[in-house]
């Protein structure tokens, strides 16, 4: 069997673009990302981009037995790896943008991102942001991943923005030094395509 690193390395240089990080993401930052998941009841939490599975196994260890976990992944080689070594996880080979062909709107608690914002097309970041807009409830919360190599330019500020727009709420946490490249996450909160209303985001410095 394959190890994970193994295969995020061929993933990486098979598609840089896709890939996006030069390497796994890094424990502390892991963790912080995956706080918004649930931990009571019966919850349905949507992974976009689980890559090997190392968060996936984090988010699992959170999750009680009645929960519901899936994950959107578009690389074939990765679908197989993660067939192989986390039969427990519902992978869904599709593009994030197509979320609504598979689950109705309003299904999920939580959505959990480690896709590379900043190397995805501008309208395609918008595709996906809605349709995550779309599946999240009400009352849901929504986290990715920022590098700080990203979040200084146009990009990252362009993505940021869109946040502010498909959100009521995005907050910004504190910076992970020990990620490679340091990174920070995003938790956005009420959906504006669910609750219908437009109010501007509010962007904390810290958690």
Not at 17 to 41: C, D, H, M, N, Y
Not at 46 to 57: C, D, M, V
Not at 109 to 114: E, G, I, P
């Amino acid at each position: 069997m394959r190890s994970d690193l193994g295969v995020f390395l061929k993933a990486a240089v098979r598609r840089p673009l896709v890939i996006g990080a030069f390497a796994p993401t890094s424990e502390p930052l892991a963790a912080q990302l995956v706080e918004v998941v649930p931990k009571r009841g019966a919850p349905t939490v949507l992974e976009l981009g689980p890559g090997t599975g190392a968060i996936s196994e984090l988010i699992r260890s959170r999750l009680p037995a009645q929960a519901r976990f899936m994950a959107v992944e578009t690389d074939r080689a990765m679908v197989d790896h993660l067939a192989q070594t986390r039969p427990w996880l519902e992978v869904l080979h599709m593009d994030a943008a197509d979320l609504g062909s598979r689950i109705g709107e309003g299904e999920v608690d939580a959505v959990v991102s480690a896709l590379p914002w900043t190397l995805i097309p501008e309208r395609a970041q918008g595709r996906i942001l809605e349709a995550v807009s779309r599946v999240l409830a009400s009352g849901g919360s929504f986290t990715t991943i920022a590098y700080l190599t990203g979040t200084r330019f146009g990009p990252g500020r362009r993505f940021r923005g869109r946040l502010g727009a498909a959100f009521d709420e995005v907050l910004t946490t504190r910076t992970v030094w020990r990620n490679l490249p340091p990174a920070r996450t995003y938790v956005c909160r009420r959906p504006i395509v669910a609750t219908r209303h437009a109010k501007g985001a509010y962007d904390a410095d810290h958690v």
